[in-house]
């Protein structure tokens, strides 16, 4: 989570959204985010999302532009590929594609 945090700070003043949807209950999510700060907007009970987009699982890094299009989706927090942390490589990498 500190990776993603990182993020959050790094491209907020290009309003970019992150979100992490979860299929637990706001209860359940409160408990682990009382021990994890976690900068991401959280969607609870997302299992609709989940279904619809076929996600199996988290974490699901999902990238919203300014209209509200989802337009990065990305699972894991490994890329098996080339060893390095997703947070680190493959979502700044896409972030910058997006914005530019």
Known sequence: ????????????SNDVIFLAPLPENRETINKVLLKNRFDYTIIPEATSLFSSLDMPGYPYHLIVDRDGVIRYIQTGTINTKTGKKIAESDLPEAIDRILN
Do not use: A, Q
């Open 1 to 12: 989570m500190p990776y993603l945090n990182k993020l959050v700070e790094k491209y907020r």
